[in-house]
């Protein structure tokens, strides 16, 4: 089914019009490609094998207007992580703004940019990473990010270098409309750096539409946490993809707490040997939530390693989805791949659907998969009501040692402490 | 029975043995012990054929015979026993096949006919109450599942099945209880004959006080550094490595 | 010693042994499909008006379907106008006794290593022999009779017993399922039928063989079971076909119904000429088997050694309806050389308390392509159901693939499902602990593969294990050793 996408086509060719200067820019026909591709790609309807139990277009229904930022709007910008010793980066509806960021590095000028900065000094560089990983030719919503994106965050740390705190890049999204961001993070050789991410919504609805692209370059390593908690009516679509040189790590953590419906979209691709990377995920869907990971690690080199943990919670009428690929090509030998996916229903209302996947081309190679989806162990139950704590004490208790797990794998512990106080909340606990 | 003359052996170009030499007779008992990363088990695997390993020079004579010229399974059906220190697991294998499988292989190697099922559980069974081990185990897969104490065990049941005339012992008393390991030294004692050899790699003088050795050697840096009646081991057990090691390096 | 390359190069040596062709006349049907072909098919059968409205009506619906695309097997474009859709022996088509039988046919059953001499016979296997589109022989049938087991061609059961045919046919797989069920409900030619009537456990295992033997045909075999209330019956398919450069087509449809307490255990080897070593010519096998645990504690057990065909396109599934039902799926796939294997199973839980267990080993070795595809599902209505899957895959070289795709679709918080899967190659310490036993390469692989198929092979009857754990090691044969 295609919807009639004119709402889009129009206010793409109205961007343009707007956009005089940018039309000598090499982002533009990157641009007109993408709107191209999505013109024919359209919203994925269900009947399209990745989008099987996920109704996006449930949500598109009425296409939502795209954010069209043109004056930087004053907002009261809500609080994110206080206490930790960061750098922030603040974007506005897709838009960086300079006003509410904020660095504790002294050369984070040297690293870091705007996208549309780099964008108006046709910097080279930027256009050897840019759109290089991401499919806008079968990636419906990555073709729509290229064709809309305006802006964006550029981090490309130099070799040997790593910043001293970790970087926070907060998306607000002021009105009930779609933004599309984008974010661009190169790691030099053997450098490391720390990345957390967070969408706010300033109404009770909204879209957004991120796409991240990330380089990790040889022995170069990357913690990134991605947190969706806004309890609000916010339909979140991420696309991630990451391309890992030699000895290189990437280290994730996908933490969704809230949200009417979240796409996750993450994608691992090994370019050189003794890659590694540890993909970990927590969901919890509560209402009528839909919570929809999808993870793809494509092992084309051999002697790497690769690990995916995600476990879920579904409560009410929420459905959760987990959709995991392991690829071992016909030269990754000796590969070493595990995925698990576990997944507790809170309630008879709620589901899941799990589809752990493995496409095997080598043959000396150690590959496995897991998935369960079952009730809160009864054992464990049991033994605490034997300690005198009721049963609905001893479910929340249970169901937040299941979480913790995950966000024991967070690299940053006040980041750990900000997940845990809202799991503890959800779970009307305290500890 | 076994003669080794300057054997040297690397993996991935890392030396291991270095001018190995040692003969053994038949009758003989030799134990082998040694620090950490000495090569004993290296010496036990390369016996036993394990091609990971590469032979830069040298020889292992085995009666007479070219050993390095044969294949592993070939050097088992001329009498050659490995018991492992890490027995490997295979799932959905039986005890009772695999012995079955393995001694008809002798067998036929040597041009016998296959052991009739009735003289096969008859041996089975006598073996297994000489290392007091479960029957119940001979249907379940092979090691699987099985305690440290029953997988050694299991290897001596298998040694005691497949009649060897060289039984490597590598490190069989890493892990056991004083219990197990004197069924093992049992088993392996009842198995001692004139005809048939020894070599049992240790680390400690413990399993020496019940399988008593002719000879014992100290492995150090890939040689033999030193070799001596069952005192040596003693000697070791009371001075600890440190003094072979300052012996020699000085 | 292990090394690989020798390994690859003598996978190209093992032979199919059942490639050989029965010189008998036969009668075909025009190549091609129109509804000329089907009233053919129905005259040739003589069937009552209703089979032949109910073949046509399935026509249609097939003529407005498309070929799926979504498997993970790749073949060129059929074309279904060059195939012949029924080919039968010219002289009498069903035997009374084994006196009547062409000497041809009995040399056939011999090499085939079929039990047809009823006296020499100590198991009691029952045997329907099913040659391109005609049953040939059944036997045991009057002593299964006195039972009151039905056991004969579906052919004789839509002439004899109409209305258990009109009340089953199409009732588990609906003629609009997929496209191949649709094509074979328009064009099935022959294949068995079982009754087992109520509490009467069937005193023998029942056998079909199947047997493709003309060229250029297509068999679209159809079998129906049915099992009332407390029955149980033990069910066992054989399949093989001669070699030839041209692709074959088989498209069977399997419908199975267990009422309340019963039980239906269904046994297949299937060994369809696979191609030879180049992918040249070879069966394509896409088959819809599905069996109804309607009843109260029914209970499906499928059991499958696939060996055969170039491209194997089949799910066999349980419905489990009834509460406390039971589903097992069990296989082994084995594929070699160029062929592809997209096999696998579905369960679905609609019943309280229902049961299914799944247990998929797959073998890639070759060049060839190795998938597992199931679906668990637990619908709303399922309260504590529960799954357990297991799927192990083993490849044997470096030049062929094994993937693994499960669904799993849980919709009920007291459901439990697990599902777990790995894939591994014969460890080099497994294979070396062997050889220092005395076994060598080749017997140290044959005995670890056995082993690592051992819990599907315990479920198949005696007889079939044997034959199953030789033919596993003809189709590998030189592959690993």
Same mark, same amino acid.
């Given at each position: 089914m295609t919807k009639d996408l004119t709402p889009y086509i129009t206010a793409f060719d109205l961007m343009e019009q707007n956009m005089n200067g940018l039309k000598n820019s090499s982002i533009y026909p990157l641009r007109l490609k993408a709107m191209a591709e999505f013109e024919k790609l359209g919203i994925p309807s269900n009947r399209h094998e990745e989008w099987k139990y996920i109704k996006v277009s449930r949500f598109f229904k009425e296409l939502p207007a795209i954010a069209n930022p043109t004056i930087e709007p004053s907002i009261d910008l809500p609080e994110f992580l206080p206490s930790l010793k960061a750098n922030r980066i603040v974007c506005i509806d897709g838009v960086y703004s300079e006003k509410n960021s904020s660095f504790i590095d002294e050369g984070f000028n040297s690293y870091f940019r705007s996208l549309q900065h780099a964008y108006n000094a046709n910097d080279p560089i930027v256009f050897n990473y840019?759109?290089?990983?991401?499919?806008?030719?079968?990636?419906?919503?990555?073709?729509?990010?290229?064709?809309?994106?305006?802006?964006?965050?550029?981090?490309?740390?130099?070799?040997?270098?790593?910043?001293?705190?970790?970087?926070?890049?907060?998306?607000?999204?002021?009105?009930?409309?779609?933004?599309?961001?984008?974010?661009?993070?190169?790691?030099?050789?053997?450098?490391?750096?720390?990345?957390?991410?967070?969408?706010?919504?300033?109404?009770?609805?909204?879209?957004?539409?991120?796409?991240?692209?990330?380089?990790?370059?040889?022995?170069?390593?990357?913690?990134?946490?991605?947190?969706?908690?806004?309890?609000?009516?916010?339909?979140?679509?991420?696309?991630?993809?990451?391309?890992?040189?030699?000895?290189?790590?990437?280290?994730?953590?996908?933490?969704?707490?809230?949200?009417?419906?979240?796409?996750?979209?993450?994608?691992?691709?090994?370019?050189?040997?003794?890659?590694?990377?540890?993909?970990?995920?927590?969901?919890?869907?509560?209402?009528?939530?839909?919570?929809?990971?999808?993870?793809?690690?494509?092992?084309?080199?051999?002697?790497?390693?690769?690990?995916?943990?995600?476990?879920?919670?579904?409560?009410?009428?929420?459905?959760?989805?987990?959709?995991?690929?392991?690829?071992?090509?016909?030269?990754a030998q000796k590969t070493n791949a595990f995925q698990s996916n576990q997944n507790i229903l809170l309630s008879d209302n709620a589901g899941i659907n799990t589809k752990p996947q493995l496409e095997i081309f080598a043959d000396d190679v150690k590959c496995s998969h897991g998935a369960t989806s079952g009730q809160l162990n009864d054992e464990a139950l049991f033994y605490l009501q034997t300690r005198g704590i009721s049963k609905e004490r001893a479910k929340a208790l249970v169901s937040y040692a299941f979480a913790n797990e995950i966000v024991e794998k967070i690299e940053n512990e006040s980041v750990q402490n900000y997940v845990r106080e809202i799991l503890l909340d959800l779970f009307e606990l305290t500890l | 029975m076994l003669e080794i003359k300057?054997?040297?052996?690397?993996?991935?170009?890392?030396?291991?043995?270095?001018?190995?030499?040692?003969?053994?007779?038949?009758?003989?008992?030799?134990?082998?012990?040694?620090?950490?990363?000495?090569?004993?088990?290296?010496?036990?695997?390369?016996?036993?054929?394990?091609?990971?390993?590469?032979?830069?020079?040298?020889?292992?004579?085995?009666?007479?015979?070219?050993?390095?010229?044969?294949?592993?399974?070939?050097?088992?059906?001329?009498?050659?026993?490995?018991?492992?220190?890490?027995?490997?697991?295979?799932?959905?294998?039986?005890?009772?096949?695999?012995?079955?499988?393995?001694?008809?292989?002798?067998?036929?190697?040597?041009?016998?006919?296959?052991?009739?099922?009735?003289?096969?559980?008859?041996?089975?069974?006598?073996?297994?109450?000489?290392?007091?081990?479960?029957?119940?185990?001979?249907?379940?897969?092979?090691?699987?599942?099985?305690?440290?104490?029953?997988?050694?065990?299991?290897?001596?049941?298998?040694?005691?099945?497949?009649?060897?005339?060289?039984?490597?012992?590598?490190?069989?008393?890493?892990?056991?209880?004083?219990?197990?390991?004197?069924?093992?030294?049992?088993?392996?004692?009842?198995?001692?004959?004139?005809?048939?050899?020894?070599?049992?790699?240790?680390?400690?003088?413990?399993?020496?006080?019940?399988?008593?050795?002719?000879?014992?050697?100290?492995?150090?840096?890939?040689?033999?550094?030193?070799?001596?009646?069952?005192?040596?081991?003693?000697?070791?057990?009371?001075?600890?490595?440190?003094?072979?090691?300052?012996?020699?390096?000085? | 010693m292990h090394d690989d390359d020798k390994l690859i190069e003598k996978a190209t040596t093992g032979e199919y042994r059942y490639g050989f062709v029965t010189d008998i006349e036969q009668e075909t049907a025009p190549k091609g499909l129109s509804e000329d072909t089907i009233r053919f098919i129905s005259a040739k059968k003589e069937e009552p008006e209703w089979m032949l409205e109910w073949r046509l009506k399935a026509f249609k619906t097939w003529q407005q379907m498309t070929e799926p695309d979504w498997v993970n097997v790749h073949y060129p474009k059929i074309d279904f106008q060059d195939i012949i859709y029924y080919a039968g022996a010219k002289k009498k088509p069903q035997y009374e006794s084994l006196d009547e039988v062409d000497p041809e046919l009995l040399r056939t059953y011999e090499k085939l290593g079929i039990p047809v001499e009823e006296q020499k016979m100590l198991a009691g296997v029952a045997v329907d022999f099913v040659m391109d589109s005609e049953s040939v022989l059944t036997t045991f049938k009057k002593q299964l009779k006195e039972f009151g087991v039905i056991f004969?061609?579906?052919?004789?059961?839509?002439?004899?017993?109409?209305?258990?045919?009109?009340?089953?046919?199409?009732?588990?797989?609906?003629?609009?399922?997929? +496209?191949?069920?649709?094509?074979?409900?328009?064009?099935? #030619?022959? /294949?068995? @039928?079982?009754? %087992?009537?109520?509490?009467?456990?069937?005193?023998?295992?029942?056998?079909?063989?199947?047997?493709?033997?003309?060229?250029?045909?297509?068999?679209?075999?159809?079998?129906?079971?049915?099992?009332?209330?407390?029955?149980?019956?033990?069910?066992?398919?054989?399949?093989?076909?001669?070699?030839?450069?041209?692709?074959?087509?088989?498209?069977?449809?399997?419908?199975?119904?267990?009422?309340?307490?019963?039980?239906?255990?269904?046994?297949?080897?299937?060994?369809?000429?696979?191609?030879?070593?180049?992918?040249?010519?070879?069966?394509?096998?896409?088959?819809?088997?599905?069996?109804?645990?309607?009843?109260?504690?029914?209970?499906?057990?499928?059991?499958?050694?696939?060996?055969?065909?170039?491209?194997?396109?089949? +799910?066999?599934?349980?419905?489990?309806?009834?509460?406390? #039902?039971? /589903?097992? @799926?069990?296989? %082994?796939?084995?594929?070699?050389?160029?062929?592809?294997?997209?096999?696998?199973t579905k369960m679905i839980h609609i019943g309280k308390n229902t049961k299914s267990r799944i247990v998929s080993k797959g073998i890639s070795a070759g060049k060839s392509q190795n998938s597992y595809r199931g679906l668990v599902q637990m619908h709303k209505t399922a309260k504590n159901a529960y799954n357990f899957s297991q799927c192990d895959s083993l490849l044997i070289g470096d030049k062929c693939g094994a993937h693994t795709f499960p669904y799993l679709e849980v919709k009920n918080s007291s459901a439990q499902v697990e599902h777990e899967a790995t894939t591994s190659k014969i460890g080099e310490d497994m294979l070396f602990y062997c050889n220092q036993r005395g076994l060598s390469d080749e017997e140290a692989v044959n005995l670890i593969i056995n082993g690592y198929c051992k819990e599907v092979f315990r479920h198949l009857p005696m007889e079939f294990a044997v034959e199953a754990q030789n033919l596993l090691a003809i189709s590998l044969e030189g592959s690993v050793g």
């Open positions: 840019l759109n290089k990983l991401l499919k806008i030719e079968e990636q419906h919503f990555a073709a729509l990010n290229m064709a809309f994106a305006q802006d964006g965050v550029f981090i490309h740390l130099p070799d040997n270098f790593s910043p001293d705190f970790p970087i926070i890049i907060v998306n607000v999204v002021t009105g009930k409309h779609l933004v599309n961001s984008r974010n661009l993070v190169v790691i030099g050789e053997s450098s490391s750096a720390q990345i957390i991410e967070k969408v706010i919504s300033m109404e009770d609805s909204a879209y957004h539409n991120a796409a991240t692209e990330i380089y990790l370059q040889e022995n170069a390593k990357l913690h990134h946490t991605v947190i969706q908690d806004e309890r609000k009516d916010l339909c979140l679509i991420n696309n991630t993809e990451v391309l890992q040189k030699r000895d290189s790590q990437y280290n994730a953590v996908t933490v969704s707490l809230n949200g009417s419906l979240i796409r996750n979209n993450l994608h691992v691709r090994y370019d050189g040997e003794n890659c590694d990377c540890h993909l970990n995920g927590l969901y919890f869907g509560r209402s009528s939530d839909l919570i929809d990971n999808h993870i793809l690690v494509d092992h084309r080199k051999p002697n790497c390693t690769s690990n995916q943990l995600y476990k879920g919670l579904l409560d009410d009428k929420s459905e959760g989805v987990f959709n995991g690929k392991i690829f071992v090509r016909e030269d | 300057n054997l040297s052996v690397s993996i991935d170009g890392h030396s291991i043995l270095d001018n190995l030499n040692l003969s053994v007779k038949p009758g003989e008992v030799h134990a082998i012990m040694g620090p950490n990363g000495s090569g004993k088990s290296t010496l036990a695997s390369v016996i036993a054929g394990r091609d990971e390993y590469d032979v830069n020079g040298g020889k292992i004579e085995y009666q007479g015979e070219d050993l390095l010229d044969l294949d592993p399974h070939e050097r088992a059906h001329k009498g050659v026993f490995l018991a492992f220190q890490y027995p490997v697991e295979i799932p959905g294998v039986s005890m009772t096949n695999f012995m079955k499988a393995a001694i008809n292989e002798k067998r036929k190697a040597l041009g016998q006919d296959p052991v009739v099922a009735k003289d096969f559980l008859k041996m089975i069974k006598e073996k297994m109450a000489l290392v007091k081990m479960d029957p119940k185990l001979m249907s379940r897969s092979l090691n699987e599942g099985f305690s440290g104490g029953e997988k050694k065990r299991n290897e001596i049941l298998q040694m005691a099945m497949l009649e060897p005339k060289l039984a490597i012992m590598d490190e069989t008393d890493s892990g056991l209880d004083i219990d197990a390991l004197r069924i093992v030294a049992n088993g392996v004692n009842s198995l001692r004959t004139s005809e048939n050899a020894f070599v049992v790699i240790t680390h400690y003088q413990r399993l020496l006080d019940y399988i008593v050795p002719d000879y014992v050697h100290i492995l150090y840096n890939g040689q033999i550094v030193k070799s001596g009646d069952k005192s040596l081991a003693l000697e070791l057990d009371d001075k600890g490595y440190e003094w072979v090691k300052e012996e020699v390096n000085a | 004969c061609s579906i052919s004789e059961a839509i002439k004899e017993y109409p209305e258990l045919i009109q009340k089953h046919l199409g009732s588990v797989v609906p003629t609009r399922d997929n +496209y191949y069920a649709a094509l074979n409900s328009a064009v099935f #030619s022959d /294949g068995s @039928f079982v009754y %087992v009537p109520k509490g009467v456990r069937c005193p023998m295992e029942l056998s079909t063989y199947f047997r493709i033997n003309a060229e250029n045909t297509g068999q679209f075999e159809r079998t129906l079971i049915i099992a009332e209330d407390d029955s149980y019956v033990s069910y066992l398919e054989g399949c093989t076909a001669p070699m030839r450069d041209e692709n074959q087509l088989h498209a069977a449809v399997v419908e199975l119904v267990a009422q309340d307490r019963a039980e239906i255990k269904y046994s297949t080897v299937q060994n369809w000429y696979p191609g030879n070593s180049e992918g040249k010519g070879g069966i394509y096998n896409f088959v819809t088997k599905r069996g109804l645990c309607n009843g109260v504690e029914s209970k499906i057990s499928w059991t499958q050694v696939e060996t055969g065909s170039a491209i194997t396109w089949k +799910y066999p599934s349980c419905i489990l309806k009834g509460d406390r #039902s039971i /589903g097992e @799926f069990y296989s %082994v796939a084995v594929t070699n050389n160029f062929q592809q294997a997209d096999t696998g």
